[in-house]
Nanobody, 117 residues
Framework: QVQLVESGGGLVEPGGSLTLSCTAS????????MGWFRQAPGKQRDLVARLFYFGRTDYSNSVRGRFSIGRDRNTVFLYMNNLEPEDTAVYYC?????????????WGQGTQVTVSS
């Protein structure tokens, strides 16, 4: 069993900053690829940023240069700067545990980020 616990969401004005964190616990042996997705009302869940276990990072075009992802052991962080109203969404932590040919995917419960004046 794997648990992902997120924190750090909230209300921020345009141009402001927020940091999200997500800690994985439980049976998390293997290679950890951790990332963040977001889902706005009426839209699909899309990748925001991902940090692969071998060090590569991916960012969506809409956040590149404003957001950055980092990791400390089993916790992944999303540093969000210069936030825009279009960043308003529920943000979900994502974990892919891989070992050899097998992989499992897990999701956090989601944390709301609202960018509004």
């Amino acid at each position: 069993q794997v648990q992902l616990v997120e924190s750090g969401g909230g209300l921020v004005e345009p141009g402001g900053s927020l940091t999200l964190s997500c800690t994985a616990s439980g049976n998390i042996s293997g290679n950890l690829t951790m990332g963040w997705f977001r889902q706005a009302p009426g839209k699909q869940r899309d990748l925001v940023a991902r940090l692969f276990y071998f060090g590569r990072t991916d960012y969506s075009n809409s956040v590149r240069g404003r957001f950055s992802i980092g990791r400390d052991r089993n916790t992944v962080f999303l540093y969000m700067n210069n936030l825009e109203p279009e960043d308003t969404a529920v943000y979900y932590c994502n974990l892919i545990l891989s070992s050899g040919r097998s992989a499992q995917q897990f999701w956090g419960q989601g944390t709301q980020v609202t960018v509004s004046s």
